[in-house]
C-alpha cells in the first residue's frame, strides 16, 4: 500500500517548499508593482513642482523689488501658459 493518497507521499509537506516560495514570489510582485505605482505617481507630479518653483521664485523677486507689479502679471500670465 502506498499511503499519503496517489503520488505516495512524494509531495511531502507543503509541496514540498514550493509554498512558501510562492509566497516570496506573492511578496516580490506587489513589491515591484507597489514601486510602479511609485516611480509613475512621482514622475507626474514633478513637473508641477518645478510650476510651483517658479512661481516662488518670481513672488520673492516681486517683494525684493526686482520687478514691478506689472512685470510680475505677465510673467505669471507667460507661466499659466507654457
Known sequence: MMGYG???G???NNFGGWYFGSFVWQILWLAIIVAVIY???NS???GKKS???SL???KERLARG???QEEYIKLK???SRS
Open 66 to 68: 526686482e520687478i514691478s
Open 77 to 79: 500670465d507667460a507661466l
Open 51 to 53: 510650476e510651483d518653483m
Open 10 to 12: 512524494m509531495m511531502g
Open 44 to 46: 507626474l507630479s514633478s
Open 39 to 41: 516611480i509613475l505617481m
Open 56 to 58: 516662488q521664485i518670481l
Open 6 to 8: 496517489m503520488m505516495g
